[in-house]
């Protein structure tokens, strides 16, 4: 085992892009600090997520991080959307540059902390036997990290090969010549299939919910506008954080009813051509806030559809409907559309026939069944509270956060949990969080949890916890602006609701990135309010 400190400031799980900035900057602040990670390497969701296309649907020169000047300058992005393996070089290089990997153990899953109320300390307990005690315990678990699987019964059963698309295996599958079939249409699904496609002697694609997906235009980027970012990234930087998702788009001024159809169809042409995610939902100010509104976008991107896919009986299934645009995460794609023109690729609605079983030899639905080589499982996440939960956490009074978030999770500003003093969730639920370019919010909330660790200090506070009422208020709030929009009409991880049995809470704080930073900006500077500091 390797040897660690029993007594240190703070320990951190996960080293994906969370978890490298925290100890990297805790690390600066003179604090000591340990990182533990699950994986044989730094990288997090872009360690794991191996599967052929997969790629950040945020632009490589907003997506990555922006502390340190000289990096941002000295980095050199190929795409304008990375692929996943640059994504991975990029998190080692950063890595080797600041010397983080001294600090984390590999290999190493935290399987419990447990709140010490009189030492003042967190008790962690990783499953290779390490006992730390840490002054604050930092949450980087990521979001989107542990994998779901369908809910059908037999995936033991099926005698041939099985994907996650999550927990592809490092270097690669070859799937030539094969009957492959894929569940999920979600963005690993639509990222992936026209690759499997390729390969496949014939492919079977299983979709439960059609997806919005906007095409990417991914190039090679500019270098004259890398050059022109690069001349004035921070002004750039600035724009993202002062924006809804955080990346920065005009701020609308129309509503899309105000408008004339010609207008309206010109503005939605010149924001697809983007191929950006949130260009098109920022067209005008109310796609978000009004069904009527939003179907004119819903409708001219299954325009698209119908303009892509050649059989008009795939392009109907093809075409999302029964819930608004961006209500669930749109996607961006490589020609996936496309990928059913081929005549070896198939489409099963399974709106139409349901999904019974997994079978030795295949899928079985209710219209038959398919015989398959391999299978692709595209399925998606636990998303926002998964990977929290998958850690057994207890805090004041042995109180568990499993209890705590049984109907649901109650968060101060999406990083601290009332009964869990000195615990901070990165990018947690009641954040912009999945809602946001991630790395915007993963650095907002580790400068921000720097800050009041710095404050503490200041101040002589060992302690610092969510107040019960300041959690309840923003808890609501959450809740309350999630409700003014068309969100919660998406049976959307979001939500919870592509796992059975978890709580239906809106997870994100879907207020925006800019004026979420507002408030904890004010917050701070108020002498943190709704904390206790003791
Ligand atoms: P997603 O977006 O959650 O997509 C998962 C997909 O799998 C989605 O189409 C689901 O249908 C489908 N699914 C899940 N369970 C089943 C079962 N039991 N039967 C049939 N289909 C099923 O995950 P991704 O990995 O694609 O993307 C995650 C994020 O990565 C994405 O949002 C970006 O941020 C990048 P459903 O829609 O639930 O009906």
């Known amino acids: 085992m390797d040897s660690v400190a029993g007594e240190i400031d703070a320990v951190v799980v996960g080293a994906g892009f969370a978890g490298l900035y925290a100890l990297h900057k805790l690390r600066a602040q003179g604090l000591s600090v340990k990182v533990f990670e699950a994986a044989d390497d730094v990288g997090g969701t872009w360690y794991w997520n191996k599967y052929p296309g997969a790629r950040c649907d945020v632009e490589s020169m907003h997506y990555s991080y922006s502390f340190d000047p000289a990096l941002e300058q000295e980095w050199e992005w190929t795409e304008k959307y990375a692929s996943q393996p640059e994504i991975l070089a990029y998190l080692r290089h950063v890595a080797d540059r600041y010397d983080l990997r001294r600090d984390v153990v590999f290999e190493t899953r935290v399987t419990r902390a447990a709140y010490d109320e009189a030492a003042g300390r967190w008790r962690v307990s990783t499953d290779r036997g390490h006992e730390l005690s840490a002054r604050y315990c930092v949450m980087a678990v990521g979001c989107l990290s542990v994998p779901k699987f369908p809910e059908v019964p037999g995936l033991d059963e099926f005698t041939g090969p099985w994907y996650h698309t999550a927990r592809w295996p490092e270097g690669g599958v070859d799937l030539t010549g094969q009957r492959v079939g894929v569940i999920g249409t979600g963005s690993s699904g639509i990222q992936a299939i026209p690759l499997l496609a390729e390969q496949a002697r014939e492919l079977t694609v299983f979709q439960r919910t059609p997806n919005y997906s906007l095409a990417a235009f991914n190039r090679p980027l500019d270098p004259a506008r890398v050059a022109e970012i690069k001349a004035d990234y921070r002004a750039v930087r600035d724009a993202d954080r002062n924006s809804i998702f955080g990346i920065a788009v005009e701020w609308p001024t129309q509503s899309a009813l105000e408008v004339s159809d010609d207008e309206r169809r010109a503005m939605y042409e010149e ?264």
Request: proline share 5%.
């Open 271 to 534: 924001r697809w051509n983007r191929g950006h995610l949130n260009g098109l939902v920022q067209s005008y100010t109310d796609l978000i806030f009004n069904e009527e509104a939003n179907e004119t976008a819903a409708e001219f991107i299954r325009e698209q559809v119908r303009s892509k896919v050649a059989d008009p009986e795939t392009a109907r299934k093809l075409e999302p409907r029964g819930y608004p645009f961006s209500t669930k995460r749109p996607c961006l794609d490589t020609g996936y559309y496309e990928t059913f023109n081929h005549e070896h690729v198939h489409l099963v609605d399974l709106r139409e026939e349901d999904l019974v079983e997994i079978t030795a030899t295949g899928v079985r639905t209710t219209a038959g069944e398919y015989e398959f080589d391999s299978l692709v499982l595209a399925t998606g996440f636990d998303a926002m509270t998964g990977a929290l939960l998958a850690v057994d956490i207890t805090g004041r009074d042995g109180v568990t956060l499993r209890d705590k978030w049984r109907d649901g999770p109650q968060s101060y500003l999406g990083i601290a949990v009332s009964g869990f003093p000195n615990l901070f969730t990165i990018t947690g639920p009641g954040s912009p969080s999945v809602l946001s370019n991630m790395v915007v919010s993963i650095e907002q909330h580790v400068d921000w949890i720097s800050d009041l660790v710095a404050h503490m200090d200041r101040h002589g506070s060992a302690v610092v916890e969510a107040t019960e009422t300041a959690e309840k208020e923003w808890t609501a709030h959450v809740r309350e602006v999630s409700e003014m929009t068309l969100f919660p009409k998406a049976d959307s991880y979001y939500l919870g609701a592509n796992v059975p049995g978890k709580a239906r809470v809106f997870m994100p704080y879907v207020g925006g990135v800019a004026p979420y930073r507002q408030k904890c900006d004010s917050v701070a500077e108020a002498g943190y309010t709704g904390f206790d500091l003791r």
